[in-house]
């Protein structure tokens, strides 16, 4: 029993336990860097098949994009929905220009399709107008044009020796031309694309060696980077987007499917499992060498350190065990040895702070003691420098009733403006009607309009179960004054508001503030949408973005992620602001 509790018989132990962990750090390093290896397969697969479904994301963003600046184009507008065949001959050939460019710009565009209300038709090219009027009638869009919302069409197969995917791209085009305003869409655009052409751009110089696949709803192959047979299309669908193993042909692939939200198609991607691994056989063998080496040295070292310090390491055991039982101002012997000695020192100087730090306690509590009185008496004296709201409503009060005995009506109307303005502002509730903010609305425009002598037109098209909806306050009046202090900043009279709301039949709360300001450009508009997606990002001392940012945090707090705030402008025509907000919220 002795033996055991002995420093000979414990470095022994110590040593020959050393020794058997790392045999067993050995045998987990090989486990563990095997699993590293998988690990890091499985992590660049993810990143290369996360890569393809955001340039395909991109790609349709993109087309979006393109049918977006052809439907509000001024010049096909024009020929679009004016009336004037003389006006429409002379913007048809630019209207066309305008479309193949747009074509060229994009490899995956074949043609583009205009058709209003009124059924008038215009192609870029007309190669295809038999699937076009095919799509048309499917989604019953050829005789009724009232579209809400834009939508990406089933595939079609272009007839031919080779039959080819297109897929169509649909959306509202609203009247944008200077003056009108029309609340029903007046025609649609359609994007025609091809499948096999995005298929082809989805492929980056990163991405292993592998193929990406594009499969319709039903199962069909729409498009492949190789010959890959339908029941191993019908094995890659059915993986989800958790990748997994599979065996396509003679080999082992990791592989990933994926949804895309607007269109329907199911995205594949697959690696081979052996690309994946092959960089890391070399570091694995080098490891292994090298860790083999490090268990022979370590252990020699080990039984040399052991002994050459077992017996420092005794007297400084000894000291450490009489730091509790000894009086303040103790010290431990510092020993021969370097590395103990820096241990023995470590300790005093602890020592020290601790008696140093015993003596200042008091001090620190008395500091803080202070301070909080101090912070009492600064929150004391904000409290008696606040104003009393009352004063401000008696002065405004007291002007106006001046001015009206002086018979200054404008100065009158701004005095009874602003004091309802304010009592609105410092009301308690949170949450009011929509009938309430269009009267808060009018008493801002009516101060607006009598310091800038009345150039601003504010034209109200909002139903009356749209006015008894409840919403946050002060969510219309910043986008107002925005349109106002930067809309029409440079704009020559007439400068008009249009302020439309309703409520659609799923009970969700529609308000649309729209303006014939100098509009956005494309990059601030960029920045603007941009800073609204990611809540809250926005370029520093842009205060109409400030504005739009706060109410887009006040909506979100509320209605968490089921509201939306868009805006949509056009640089020397519009801007517009839309808010759809859900039937119930917490406010």
């Known amino acids: 029993m002795k033996r055991m ?6 470095v022994k132990l110590i040593t020959m336990t050393s020794i058997g962990v790392m045999l067993l750090m050995t045998i987990l390093y090989l486990q563990g860097f095997e699993r590293m290896s998988q690990e890091r397969s499985n992590a660049l697969f993810e990143s290369s098949a996360l890569e393809v479904e955001h340039r395909l994301a991109s790609q349709l963003q993109n087309i979006a994009s ?35 460019n747009m074509i060229e710009t994009n490899p995956s565009i074949h043609d583009i399709l205009l058709y209003s209300k009124s059924g008038r038709l215009l192609f870029a090219r007309g190669g295809l107008r038999s699937m076009a009027h095919t799509m048309l009638s499917e989604y019953g869009v050829l005789n009724d044009t009232s579209l809400e919302e834009p939508f990406f069409s089933r595939v079609y197969m272009s007839d031919g020796a080779v039959p080819l995917p297109h897929a169509f791209y649909v959306m509202p085009i609203y009247n944008s031309l200077p003056g009108q305003f029309d609340m029903e869409n007046a025609g649609l655009c359609a994007i025609q694309f091809k499948v096999d052409a995005l298929c082809n751009n ?65 995205i594949a991607t697959a690696a081979p499992v052996s690309e994946l691994e092959r960089d890391m056989l070399p570091l694995r063998r080098l490891g292994q060498v090298l860790f083999f080496s490090a268990v022979v040295a370590l252990s020699i070292l080990m039984l040399a350190s052991v002994r050459s310090i077992s017996g420092p390491l005794g007297k400084l055991l000894l000291d450490i065990d009489r730091i509790g039982k000894a009086g303040e101002g103790f010290r431990m012997q510092v020993p021969g040895s370097h590395e103990l000695a820096l241990i023995a020192e470590q300790i005093n100087r602890t020592l020290e702070r601790v008696d140093r730090s015993a003596k200042t306690e008091k001090e620190v509590q008395a500091a803080l003691y202070e301070s909080s009185i101090a912070r009492q008496r600064a929150e004391l004296l904000s409290y008696r420098s606040q104003i009393n709201p009352h004063f401000l409503y008696n002065t405004l009060e007291c002007i106006r009733s001046m001015a009206q005995l002086s018979g200054a009506e404008g100065i009158e109307r701004i005095c009874l403006s602003m004091s309802r303005m304010f009592r609105y502002a410092v009301r308690d509730d949170d949450r009011v009607t929509v009938a309430d903010e269009l009267r808060h609305v009018h008493d801002y425009y009516t101060v607006m309009t009598e310091r800038m002598n009345g150039i601003y ?19 219309l009046q910043p986008i107002i004054e925005n349109t106002i202090k930067h809309g029409f900043a440079e704009k020559e009279p007439p400068c008009n508001i249009c302020i439309q709301g309703f409520v659609k039949e799923d009970g969700t709360l529609v308000l649309r503030i729209s303006d014939n300001g100098v509009g956005l450009s494309p990059q601030a508009l960029a920045c603007l949408q941009a800073g609204l997606q990611n809540h809250g990002t926005q370029a520093k001392g842009d205060k109409a973005s400030i504005g739009l940012s706060n109410i887009d945090h006040r909506l979100r707090l509320s209605f968490g992620s089921r509201y939306a705030l868009s805006i949509r402008s056009r640089q020397g025509c519009y801007t517009c602001v839309e808010l759809l907000l859900p039937l119930a919220g917490g406010v």
Do not use: C
């Open 66 to 100: 393109t049918a977006r600046m052809i439907a509000y184009s001024s010049t096909l507008q024009t020929y679009l929905l004016n009336e004037s065949a003389t006006a429409r001959m002379q913007v048809m050939a630019p209207s066309i220009d305008l479309m193949q």
């Open 457 to 475: 037109n504010l034209i109200e098209a909002v139903t009356p179960q749209a006015q008894e909806r409840a919403i946050q306050k002060m969510i």
């Open 202 to 266: 989805l492929e980056t110089r990163e991405q292993p060696a592998g193929f990406i696949a594009i499969v319709a709803e039903g199962g069909a192959v729409l498009s492949s980077s190789i010959e890959l047979p339908q029941e191993d299309a019908a094995r890659l669908m059915g993986v989800g987007p958790d990748q997994a193993r599979l065996s396509i042909g003679a080999k082992d692939y990791l592989a990933r499917s994926h949804a895309d939200a607007n269109t329907g198609w199911q």
């Open 5 to 10: 509790h002995s420093m000979r018989f414990r």
